[in-house]
């Protein structure tokens, strides 16, 4: 697998929300509470959403330094 595709697989919005669906799912089912599960999801997205960000402004930095060669 290239590293374009890993990245682009990071940066995918679906596996992203698929994962906090997956992980406040298992919180449930372990007797977690509802506001734990909640909160565990809305971290996973932010920090899904923070990767993202980054992971596209890394891109476009070395693009632009490849430019200057």
């Given at each position: 697998?290239?590293?374009?595709?890993?990245?682009?697989?990071?940066?995918?919005?679906?596996?992203?929300?698929a994962?906090?669906?997956?992980?406040?799912?298992?919180?449930?089912?372990?007797?977690?509470?509802?506001?734990?599960?909640?909160?565990?999801?809305?971290?996973?997205?932010?920090?899904?959403?923070?990767?993202?960000?980054?992971?596209?402004?890394?891109?476009?930095?070395?693009?632009?330094?490849?430019?200057?060669?």
């Amino acid at each position: 697998m290239k590293k374009e595709e890993i990245l682009r697989k990071l940066t995918s919005r679906k596996l992203w929300v698929a994962l906090a669906a997956f992980v406040s799912g298992l919180i449930l089912a372990f007797g977690g509470s509802e506001g734990a599960a909640e909160t565990v999801s809305g971290v996973i997205l932010q920090g899904a959403a923070v990767l993202g960000y980054l992971l596209a402004e890394g891109l476009a930095d070395a693009a632009n330094t490849e430019g200057r060669r």
